[in-house]
Every structure is written in structure tokens, then in C-alpha cells.
């Protein structure tokens, strides 16, 4: 799923994990060269050094592309390629380091990858930039790689889904305030908040159990105990899918 740029700003703005500097974005000249040594940069990524040009996860810093002056310098992005790998962050806690899969591209995204630095193994981390901040948020906030494995899936492209019909599935930057505001934990437990409709009924999924792919729609003044009990709607067995039927899939 493209990532939600509007949400992904929102996951920005409001995280203590990113740390940002205002009116710090990156002139179109200097991404276009970097672009010409190292080809087209992933979609969300390029949003950023738009935006906001440089930043930091946890305190280290984010690759970032420099005027010709300074070429070359710590950080530049035009010299981290190596193959079909670009990398773009190392992780000062454990020196583990981030790279984009150039040769995975998928819809103007590519996959982020972890390089281990005591295995040299590689895995999957994210599919997008935009989901490695996103990963990143929820793991620094405690919800492991996400609630389910459907929103955990969800989250590895994009900090959540704001549909032009109001439909809004939360990313991690929101997710643990809304389920505190509805008390869904208590009132719920083996049921997680996902989302809401934008007219009062929230979006829920199973914790635990068979079922963890159902989605059911609920108003939040009736949630008590079971959501299907309670006289919740299922709406969908593939959030996903019906995701991406009722939106353009990316916002500026």
C-alpha cells in the first residue's frame, strides 16, 4: 500500500523518536543530482528530503543530499550505494544499518532492509521508508511490530490509512492515546481499536485466536465485553483490500 504522506507528516510531527528541524528541506537541484549518481530514490523518501531534508531516528542521523560544495561529506547520500543497496541509517544502539533494495522496487517504493553487524545477515525490515519510520514509532512506543498481524503488515508501508470517505485505520503516533480515550483495553480486552469510521463507530479486530482478520465496526458508547456480542458489524475479512477500494492511497 502507497503510504499516507498526510499521516506520515502527522508520524513526523508528533513522535519524539523523529527528530526534525524546521524549513530544512532539500532543494529539487540537489535531489535530482543525487538522483543522477545514485537513480531514482524511493517515493516517500524523496517526500522527505523535500520536506524536511534531514533529521534523526533515536538520535542518529538520516542519509541526506548535499549542495556540490559539500559532496562527499558525513552523510551524503551519493556515497553510501553499494550494489544494489543504498544505505541511509545506522543504528547507534547496536551499529545495525538501513538500506534501500534497489533492485526490489515496487510502486516508486523500495523495501528497507536491516544489515545485522554481528551476523552480516539481511532482512526485511520495512517496504517503505515511510513504514521504517513507522516501525520504528511503534517499536519505541511499546507495540512490538503492531497490534496484529494485519496492522503490523499495514504498518511496514505506511503509518496508517485516512480514506476520503473519513475511514481512518491509526498508526502508532495515535494508536495508544485513542485506545486510552475509548477504554478499550478495559472495557474490551480481547479486542484491539484499529480505526474508526469518522461518524462515531470505531474499527476493531480481534487480540487474540483464530479470527484476527475480521473487522467489525462498533459504536464506541456500545462497546462492553465481546464487540461481535455486543452487536458489532463485520465489515471486511481483508482490511487491506477494502483499504485500498475506497482510497486514492496517497495524499501530499
Do not use: Q
Not at 558525513?74 to 547507534?92: S, W
Not at 482478520?213 to 462497546?223: C, M
Amino acid at each position: 500500500m502507497k503510504p499516507d504522506l498526510v499521516l506520515l507528516r502527522d508520524l513526523i510531527d508528533s513522535s519524539p523518536v523523529i527528530g526534525t528541524r524546521p524549513d530544512r528541506g532539500c532543494p529539487e537541484a540537489d535531489i535530482r543530482r543525487a538522483e543522477s549518481v545514485v537513480g531514482p530514490l524511493p517515493a516517500s523518501y524523496r517526500w522527505w528530503l523535500a520536506h524536511y531534508g534531514e533529521g534523526t531516528v533515536h538520535g542518529e542521523a538520516l542519509a541526506t543530499v548535499v549542495p556540490p560544495r559539500h559532496a562527499g561529506a558525513v552523510g551524503d547520500l551519493t556515497g553510501l550505494r553499494a550494489g544494489n543497496r543504498l544505505g541511509f541509517h545506522d543504528d547507534g544502539d547496536c551499529d545495525d544499518s538501513y538500506h534501500f533494495a534497489l533492485d526490489e522496487r515496487e510502486d516508486e517504493e523500495c523495501p528497507v532492509v536491516r544489515w545485522d553487524c554481528f551476523t552480516g545477515g539481511e532482512e526485511r525490515f520495512a517496504d517503505s521508508f515511510a513504514g521504517f519510520l513507522t516501525a520504528r514509532v511503534a517499536l519505541a512506543s511499546g507495540l512490538g511490530n503492531g497490534p496484529n498481524p494485519t496492522i503490523a503488515r499495514l504498518w511496514r508501508s505506511t503509518p496508517g490509512v485516512l480514506r476520503p470517505d473519513g475511514v481512518h485505520v491509526y498508526g502508532p503516533h495515535t494508536f495508544v492515546e485513542r485506545d486510552r480515550t475509548y477504554r478499550v483495553r478495559a472495557l474490551a480486552p480481547h479486542w484491539v481499536l484499529i480505526g474508526d469510521d469518522g461518524g462515531g463507530r470505531g474499527l476493531f479486530m480481534r487480540r487474540h485466536g483464530r479470527d484476527r482478520t475480521s473487522v467489525y465496526r462498533l459504536d464506541f458508547r456500545a462497546v462492553d465485553g465481546d464487540i461481535e456480542d455486543s452487536g458489532g458489524e463485520r465489515v471486511t475479512g481483508d482490511l487491506l483490500a477494502w483499504l485500498l477500494a475506497g482510497t486514492d492511497g496517497r495524499r501530499s
